[in-house]
T-cell receptor, first 114, second 110 residues
Framework: DTGVSQDPRHKITKRGQNVTFRCDPISEHNRLYWYRQTLGQGPEFLTYFQNEAQLEKSRLLSDRFSAERPKGSFSTLEIQRTEQGDSAMYLC????????????FGPGTRLLVL | GENVEQHPSTLSVQEGDSAVIKCTYSDSASNYFPWYKQELGKGPQLIIDIRSNVGEKKDQRIAVTLNKTAKHFSLHITETQPEDSAVYFCAASSWGKLQFGAGTQVVVTP
């Protein structure tokens, strides 16, 4: 399968713990996006990368959130000192380029903070 | 920033009937409008998209129309089947991040 993959698929953690999620985009896609989706809502943009450069961050991305894409391939999203309000589905998407902007989504990582 | 509104929030149709979902957007700079289908526990799956230089696009039972002047676009599903039951999201963007609508829960009853 050459689609977008995310790991883990599910994560349960206690409030105050740190968590890290990984996204592997479609091979040779140079844009990678992170979104957050809460129950009953559409995905909300968090941040995106073009190759290894982080080009935009949403105001939703507080200072407890950090994302990296060190070699322009896979990306990680870390949440420090998790809060119950962080419980959501975290979605990753990739697109080939700015011009070929169709975004393909992964299956998501569902986070539950107790 | 961009704001996308989607209606209705729920839609129940008989198998074989048509389903229509409507979205409006606020940013006239938006030039790309995809539609996604999301099944329970899965990520959104692209079903069709349209760019601002096109007014209509069709792919088998699915069609999308765009009215740039009125800033609205619609998804049409004909001859609905039970497997069309899912949540559908519209989105708008201008060369980057997608702004999604709140979604439409479509239920197709046999």
């Amino acid at each position: 399968d050459t689609g977008v993959s995310q790991d883990p698929r599910h994560k349960i953690t206690k409030r105050g713990q740190n968590v890290t999620f990984r996204c592997d985009p479609i091979s040779e896609h140079n844009r990678l996006y992170w979104y957050r989706q809460t129950l009953g809502q559409g995905p909300e943009f968090l941040t995106y990368f073009q190759n290894e450069a982080q080009l935009e961050k949403s105001r939703l991305l507080s200072d407890r959130f950090s994302a990296e894409r060190p070699k322009g391939s896979f990306s990680t999203l870390e949440i420090q000192r998790t809060e119950q309000g962080d419980s959501a589905m975290y979605l990753c998407a990739s697109s080939a380029s700015q011009e070929q902007e169709t975004q393909y989504f992964g299956p998501g990582t569902r986070l539950l903070v107790l | 920033g961009e704001n996308v509104e989607q209606h209705p929030s729920t839609l129940s149709v008989q198998e074989g009937d048509s389903a229509v979902i409507k979205c409006t957007y606020s940013d006239s700079a938006s030039n790309y409008f995809p539609w996604y289908k999301q099944e329970l526990g899965k990520g959104p799956q692209l079903i069709i998209d349209i760019r601002s230089n096109v007014g209509e696009k069709k792919d088998q039972r699915i069609a999308v129309t765009l009215n740039k002047t009125a800033k609205h676009f619609s998804l049409h599903i004909t001859e609905t089947q039970p497997e069309d039951s899912a949540v559908y999201f519209c989105a708008a963007s201008s060369w980057g991040k997608l702004q999604f609508g709140a979604g439409t829960q479509v239920v197709v009853t046999p």
